[in-house]
């Protein structure tokens, strides 16, 4: 093995042959050595004994180029797509190269169509504009993949549609375990099929899909939801909301509105098996709901049956309500609704419609009548020793409006009336209770002292009236009369706690009686012995609440000081100030018993409690 610099030089002829033997054992080996020859020329071999490989300079003489390893294998340039390691004489920019390491790329027309790496094959690697297709037994595109328009087809080269099947059936199937198609997407983002068509549907036209963020899933059809099972496993139709209260949101089925109208009344469907209404009989079942465990165990049933035979235009029809008594499998009628309307129950206490009677003139019982004539609709609950003879009375009513009435059938006018008896709890959370005499009302503690009436404003207790042995005590207030002013535009200055001074013109309300209360106004005199109280405020008719006796508060100038303690008397503006003295007075009108300001008024004058002296 030898290197040589391939130039004879001149010497005596043993040397010059010793030298040409040197240079053509240079040639022969290939120039093999483990270090690359010290002259190197372009084109020149080289065998690299250190590397094993078989090498040739390059043109320009700047470096070797790696041929084959010298145990036959061989090897190529890494190239590029551009110019690949190993390509085609006539088509240079055509062939194979290595892109990296354990990598073959493929390229036509300087661009990379194919990579083969150690764990992937990847089909243009570069984003080109390159189709991919698998041709069958007769369809050249069974297999397309469209690199310009970012789409994959099933038997086409030319659809709108990402992912297609023409005309054909897509199965997902495993021989010998369970088959599963699974959506991947963000935990915040939705999962769903789509079902659309080219012409009409538009996009969604049909959808399921579900979403993440709340754990339900929707059933879409003509592009709206029309279903859907929520976290809780609820299924709602007709809304996206499950109902609250009650027991309503604990309900795996809710259907609310129907296909006339969203806002309409929930519509469910049992059709019948008889294929026409001639068919239907008397007594056939046209459907029914059944009330089970999961044993098949029969607890209750309501039945819809034929209340006759059924023709074109004439469906009559009863509904059956059934339950399964103590110690029985199966359930037995209790109660029947016919097609004449008519309730029938069949227990000893007869529940029936009105005018439908016991048959026994001895059979004592309780009837509950359902009077049905529009706005004047109501429910009766009637007793008596029997009903042919007509002992049966009315004893309670529920009206149209909601009203509860006992020993009454009006309600109209009852408050205002002077001859009506009896009870009514107004639905409007007003208890009426007229009497001719004896007592009106009695409450009666039977036990230990105590809170007989709790007075309570939004449901915080203002006041209260209690018994201690014989002593009746009424907390929490003053008392106080009604009152008017000589024009209606006086009132416009009347705030809270002014004082007020009697007039001797007396107080006028229509349909009223009155031959004590006097009309008032501001007082104007400083010191006035004919206080008549201070304003609590103005009712929704314009009539004065005036205090006169017990807690309030009173007004009290700007810049008038007041002390825990003081006796009041009129400051001639409307407000009060102290007394020169402590001698309770005709002019007096309250006792201060704390400095705390409640309100302050634009004017600067503000309201302080105090005790009412009998104004």
Known sequence: MATHDYIISNASGAAVRADLNNALAAIVSNNSNASSPSTTYAYQWWADTTTGQLKIRNAANSAWIVLMELDGTMLMADGTAASPGLAFASDLNTGFFRSAADKIGFATNGVERLRIGSSEVVFNEGSNDVDFRVESNGNANMLFVDGG??????????????????????????????????????????????????????????????????????????????????????????????????????????????????????????????????????????????????????????????????????????????????????????????????????????????????????????????????????????????????????????????????????????????????????????????????DVASFNRLTSDGTIVSLRQAGTQEGEIRVSGTTVSYLGGHLSRWSQTLTLEEHSNLLKGTVMTNLDEMCEWENEDNEQLNKMAISTTEGDPNVAGVIVGIDEDNDLNVGMTGDMVIRIAQGTTVARGDLLMSAGDGTAKPQDDDIVRSKTIAKVTSTTVSTTYSDNSYCVPCVLMAC
């Open 149 to 438: 328009n970012d789409a994959v087809r099933i038997g086409t080269s030319s659809s709108p549609y990402v992912l297609t099947a023409d005309e054909l059936n897509l199965s997902v199937g495993n021989a010998t375990d369970h088959a599963t198609i699974q959506l991947y997407s963000g935990t915040n983002k939705w999962g769903a099929i789509s079902f659309n068509d080219n012409a009409t549907d538009g996009s969604n036209a049909g959808l399921i899909g579900y979403y993440h963020p709340d754990n339900y899933m929707v059933f879409n059809t003509n592009s709206a939801e029309r279903m859907r099972i929520d976290s809780s496993g609820r299924m709602l139709v007709g809304t996206s909301t499950s109902t609250t209260g009650a027991s309503s949101q604990y309900a795996n089925l809710q259907v609310i509105g129907n296909l006339s109208s969203a806002t309409n009344r929930g519509a469910l469907l049992n059709l019948g098996h008889s294929a026409a209404s001639a068919s239907v009989t008397t007594g056939e079942l046209i459907g029914s709901v059944l009330f089970t465990d999961n044993a098949a165990g029969e607890y209750g049933l309501i039945s819809c049956l034929a209340d006759g035979n059924a023709s074109s235009g004439d469906y009559p029809g009863r509904l059956v309500f059934s339950t399964t008594a103590d110690g029985a499998s199966s359930s037995t009628e209790r109660m029947r609704l016919d097609s004449s309307g008519n309730l029938i129950q069949y227990s000893q206490t007869t529940l029936e419609r009105q005018h439908r009677q016991q048959a026994s003139s001895s059979y004592t019982a309780t009837n509950i009548r359902s009077v049905l004539s529009g706005a004047s609709a109501y429910l009766a609950f009637d007793t008596g020793t029997n009903w042919t003879n007509g002992n049966a009375v009315e004893r309670l009513r529920i009206d149209s409006s909601g009203n509860l009435l006992v020993g009454n059938t009006n309600a109209t006018g009852f408050v205002s009336s002077s001859s009506q008896t009896g009870v009514i709890a107004f639905q409007s959370g007003v208890l009426a209770v007229n009497k001719a005499g004896d």
